[in-house]
Every structure is written in C-alpha cells, then in structure tokens.
C-alpha cells in the first residue's frame, strides 16, 4: 500500500474523472498491497524471562523450561489459508488467519517469522482479546503470549491481524506447564470474505483514516464472532472484482498468498457462506462491465466451493451517482435467469466520511451482515453479542446518543474524539447513564444518519422533518449551545459544499439539565444527514442526544 504507488496510480486516471478518483483513493489508499506498519501497541513480557523490546512486542531471549509443541501437533487448530508443504514450518499471508490452542500451564510463547516487515497480531486468552495488538518484528524471534495464569486450561487465540509482507512462519510453542490439551470444538459454521479495504479492516484504528488496518475489529471478524462461526478473509485495499492484476477478488480465490495464482488452488475450507465486499473500486468500468464482474466472480466461486454456499453481494450505498449498490439488485435478478438463485445483496449506508471507517462503522455494518443472514436462514442466527453496540442508528435515531459505550480503539460514534470533545464518566451527574460529553467553546462533535430512516438506498421526498433533542446545561457563565445538521446527497464527496443550506438552532443554556430540541427539515434528494454538537460559548454539556421523525412527547425548551 505504498503511497507512492497510488498517487500514480490516480494521476493516470485523474483526467477520466477527478470525482472517482476521489472516490478510489478513499476506498483503497492502500491500493496496491501494503503499508509499512507502525512501531505502536506494547506486548508484555512475562515474569522470569530475559527479554529485548522489538517491533512492539517482547522477544523472549533466555525462557525458562517450558514444554515445546510442534507445528504438527494434532492438537492446534489452523484458521485460513495456511500452507503445509512442510508442515513442521506452516505459513500464512492472509489477515484474519488464526492458530488456536487448548493448553494446560500458565504461560505460553510462540516461535515465528513475521516476515520481511512487522506484522500485528491480537492476543486472546480465554476468549478475551488484549486491549493492544502485539507487533512482531521481522525475522524469526519467540514471543510471549501469556504469562502468570492461574495454574489449569487456558484458551489461546492469536490471529494475524495485517498483512504487510508476504508470509508468517509458525514454528511452535512453548507451554509452561503441561502443554496441549484436547482443541475447542470447531464452529459448525463458516463464512469466507472477499473484499478491499472495508473488508480488511483498513484504517481501523483511526476515524480520520490516518491508523493502521486491523483484522479483529474490522466488520467481517466482528460478524464471525457473532454468529459463532469460523471465517477466512482474502481481502486488500484498492481491489477490484477483476481486472486489477494480483489485487483483485477473482485473483483471491485462487491465491494463497496474493502474489501468486493458480487456477487449480484449493484451501479446504468449506464455507456455508460467503461474502463478496468488492466492487466500489471498480467504479471507472461502465455498469455493464461491472455487472459481468459480478457474475465472473460467482462463476468462479462456484467452480471452487460448489453450489453450496450461500453469496451475499455486500456494498454501501449513497457516496457516489455510479455506485455498483445502484444496481446490485440486477445482478441477483440476471443470475437467476441463469438458475443461479443462492446470491443475494445486502446494503448498507455509509455513514462516515470520505474515507474508510474505523471500528464503529464496522460494527455497524457487522450488524447489518448478521441481520440480513438471519434472514435468509434462520438457522444463521446471532449467537454472541458484538464487541461494539451497532454503530448505525436506527428508526431515526442516533447510535450512542448517551454516550455510554466506546469501541476499543478509543471512538465512541461522535466524531471526532481526538478534536477535544472530553467523554466525562460521572454516573452521579449525569443526566440520563453514566456518561455525557463536555465541549470548549468552539469543539463540536457529529455523527451521520441514513436520511429516510431506513437503511435502504434512496433519498428524502418532498419535505423530511426531524426532531432532535438532547439534554444541555453550561458549566460556564453565558454558555451558548447549537444543534446542527447538515445536507448530503447521494454524493459522499459533495458533502458539506452548501454551508447556505445548514439549518442551526441555538440555545442559551443554564447551569441545570434540561430537554432542548432542534427542528431540521429536509428537501428532496437528501441520503444522509449530519447532526453536529456545538459549543458556541462557553463550556457545554451534552447528553442523551435523541432524534425521531415525529415530535417528541414531552415538552423541550425551543431554540430563540
């Protein structure tokens, strides 16, 4: 994902169309293969070792006696697309590829070669994730994963969180204690992706696309999680359905390691489900051409895993006038005319800025994937909570209005949380939870909605009416606070073009909770609205921030 590459990549194409190229750099600034990773997130090194700080994680020099396990142990559980031509040295390439392990002691350590760069991996012991990623330098070094547990059997997940390079090598454990003990169960259910930037998760760990991808917080993980089932994910910013080189999904199906293609390349695995999150980057091709991407895809995957599996057409709609999410539905219908009739579509808004989302909309978008499985078959129904509330508001309304819940990597779905807005935990003091917002003069803070409410693509007709209300007090004198929402249309890079058209209530707030409510009216043509929290004067408060298309039924102080 060098950025070099894709800024000569959009210069090539700049003269085509300045507004897609746009759009193609938000969806895939990551366009060829990958960045060079950051040196961030501390892993901790376990009591007793002689250890060095490398690469963000903690290299194990000099371990105490431990019981080595083998890559070919019966006993650990590969997830992905690993490659045993000599299985006493497996590798990967792929983000989302796991290793699992029951194991009886109270600490472990893993022997491996990141690769030619340093690769982020997730720690999970027990089923809980580690607040930070481990970064692994390259070359071969021992890690160690967990230390200090209660003596008895432990759970270990470590799932390769980036693909920056072009293979991890995996050669072995080391257990303090026992060693390996019987696997876990594998899920009956199994879901494989194939996508671009969305589905690898890119830009996770930032809402303003300047973090790192990230694997285990990005939408088809969280998913996976929630139905209780086991995925593989091919994905990479920039691709395309087709016609891209090694980065596109038609190549990914044949590929175990991006680079290379073979036609006659099977995983094993033997998924019930898969989804397609691609097409977005296609957007310079004509419909026609994209439509036949589509159907090429299929093709394709039915030549490798059968009639079987179930495809779900993935895409966001309402940011460009040529979105593939325009005509997806055609796609579905062409095919089956053709007796292809186990692919459907699934949309979802996209509720962010002009770039990738981070953790909240993934979760969002989490949510809809589950929603919409659950019903084509009941039996893919949500067995597990998500780690994230849904990011997407629903029925008119805000997602985290109250400001209780925070994704991990800091957001809590008010952009931008990094602009000075401070989240005060005060449960005494709050006027509706635990929690509520507290603005200097001039911060402000917004979040998207889908416009007509209904998380399905389309614009407002005739006039839309909301009702925004939230609980406001000052904590300074002459404290003043607005409410106001902005206009977009279809276009995700037209927003916020029109300042004319922001339409703003402002309120002379006390020292004392209180209800205020701000009245917005859309004209036709609006896909999303933008409801910004403003501190105009003074130190404000907000909280329990709520929005209807009908009036509220309780009295609200009105904007002068």
Known sequence: MKRSLVLAA???????????????NWLGNNGQDWTEPPSS????????????????????????????????????????RWNFSNPSVPWVAWQGSSIIVNFEGTGIAVDIDAGTKTEQYRVIIDGVAEAKRRSFSKNRAKYRLASGLADGIHKLELMKETFYS??????????????????PE????????FGDSNANGSSNYDEKNKGVMGTYYAFPAMATRMLGAEMNNQSVGGATLDDRGDNDVRSFIFS??????????RSGFDPHIIVVNAGANDIRADKKTIKNRYKAVVADLRTVYGAGPHIVLFNAYGWDLNEPANYSHEVVTELAKTGE??????????????????????????????????????????????????????????????FEHRAPFGGFGWRYYTDGVERVHNPADAADGDYYIRLDAGEKVHQPTDATGDHLPGATKGKQVYYITASIRGITPG??????????????????????????????????????THVATASDGVWTIYNYLISSSGTVEFDNVRMSNTPAQQKHQQAD
């Open 479 to 516: 404290a003043q606070a607005q409410i106001q929402t902005h206009f977009q249309g279809q276009e995700i890079y037209k927003h916020d073009d029109k300042p004319d058209t922001f339409q703003t209530s402002t309120f002379d707030v006390t020292t004392s909770w209180k209800d205020y």
């Open 341 to 402: 009739t186990n692919v459907s579509v699934c949309l979802f808004p996209w509720l962010w800025e002009q770039w990738h989302g981070c953790q909240w909309e993934y979760s969002g978008q989490a949510h809809m994937l589950v929603e919409h499985l659950a019903s084509i078959n009941p039996k893919w129904k949500q067995v597990h909570p998500n780690d994230i509330i849904d990011g997407f508001g629903r029925d008119w309304d805000f997602s985290n209005g109250s």
């Open 41 to 80: 997130d501390n892993g901790i090194a376990g009591s007793g070792d002689t250890a060095i700080f490398g690469g963000g994680g903690f290299k194990i020099l000099n371990g105490s006696d431990a019981v080595t396990i083998s890559p070919t142990d019966s006993k650990i559980q590969y997830v992905g």
């Open 10 to 24: 959009l210069l090539c194409l700049f003269a085509a169309s300045l507004a897609h190229a746009q759009v193609t």
């Open 186 to 193: 594998r899920p009956s259910l199994r879901i494989e992706y």
């Open 256 to 265: 175990e390691d991006l680079k290379n293609q073979n036609s006659s390349y």
């Open 166 to 183: 072009s293979k991890s090598t995996f050669y072995g454990f080391e257990v303090t204690g026992v060693g390996l003990v019987a696997p």
